[in-house]
């Protein structure tokens, strides 16, 4: 698959090669997936419970910011 001419799979492996925007990707997923599970499951959290749908719901609440981060990353580095 070809982004802007150049392969895809290449520029995702250097994205995840790349240490400052892994780590810059890192702490905005860590701020902003912690505002995301306050905003959505705090009352859950807060109340002592801890259901089996938050096993799966937690991980992809800091990844999906974690990796529009890295795209925007990558995106604007190949422009």
Not at 19 to 31: C, D, E, N, T, W
Not at 51 to 59: D, E, G, R, V, Y
Request: charged share 15%; aromatic share 8%.
């Amino acid at each position: 698959m070809q982004l802007g001419g150049v392969e895809l799979l290449c520029c995702i492996r250097c994205a995840f090669r790349n240490g400052p925007a892994m780590m810059r990707s890192f702490k905005i997923a860590l701020v902003v997936g912690t505002i995301l599970i306050a905003l959505n499951q705090g009352d859950v959290v807060v109340g002592g419970e801890f259901p089996a749908a938050l096993l799966w719901k937690t991980p992809l609440t800091y990844a999906t910011p974690f990796l529009v981060s890295l795209w925007g990353a990558l995106a604007h580095a190949k422009r």
